[in-house]
């Protein structure tokens, strides 16, 4: 029921192109959604995110595409650089406000920008 | 703002001790999170810290328990260690339900 599951385990892409990642989620209850990028070394570091009321959200060369029917929401990459290779987490949460902060991961991407 | 610290960053231990880990979170921030990072299991929740009071738990033995103090700075304990507690422990801070990750303190188990 907490399941996070996330596709594909490895991408390589070459620079310029688009990186799509995809996650799955089982919980309905769930209405947080952020993605996070973590370097060797490092902690995750928190990329983007989106709640339930859209369907999409842009930052810069990133995007989420979220799908409410199909529990699916997924992490487009445009014009992706030699600096974007990095393993991506998706992650989904409930209400913080009413269930405070747990974030359940999905299994990370690795993402290979060839130059 | 300073980001989220840990201490130490890496640390070896032997089967059967003990170890404690710190976070000092971002300033203002009373939420504490800590969670466990292997190749194996991923990113996995411990417990969060709201307050000085737990606030959730997940699924881990009671080997790991945590505890916060009026300054919001937390410490994580594991006791009897274990080879399988080999990881990377990362701890988050929030004050809205975004979380912010320190760069983690590496635990080697011998």
């Known amino acids: 029921q907490q399941q996070v599951k996330q596709s594909p385990q490895s991408l390589i892409v070459q620079k310029g192109g688009i990186s799509i990642i995809n996650c799955a989620y089982e919980n309905t209850a769930f209405d947080y959604f952020p993605w996070y990028q973590q370097f060797p070394g490092k902690g995750p570091a928190l990329l983007i995110a989106i709640r339930p009321d859209v369907s999409e959200k842009k930052e810069g060369r990133f995007t989420i595409s979220f799908n409410k029917s199909a529990k699916q929401f997924s992490l487009h990459i445009m014009d992706s650089q030699p600096g974007d290779s990095a393993t991506y987490f998706c992650a989904a949460s409930t209400d913080y406000t009413a269930a405070g902060n747990k974030l359940t991961f999905g299994g990370g991407t690795r993402v290979l920008v060839k130059p | 703002k300073a980001g989220v610290t840990q201490t130490p960053r890496y640390l070896i231990k032997t089967r059967g001790q003990q170890v404690t880990l710190s976070c000092s979170p971002i300033s203002g921030h009373r939420s504490v999170s800590w969670y466990q990072q292997t190749p194996g299991q991923g990113l996995q929740f411990l417990f969060e810290?709201?307050?000085?009071?737990?606030?959730n738990k997940g699924n881990f033995p009671g080997r790991f328990s945590g505890r916060q103090f009026s300054n919001s700075r937390s410490e994580m304990n594991v006791s009897t260690l274990e080879l399988g507690d080999s990881a990377l422990y990362l701890c988050?801070?929030?004050?809205?339900?975004?979380?912010?990750f320190g760069p983690g303190t590496r635990l080697t188990v011998t």
């Open positions: 988050a801070s929030s004050d809205s339900g975004e979380q912010y």
């Open positions: 810290y709201f307050s000085e009071t737990q606030r």
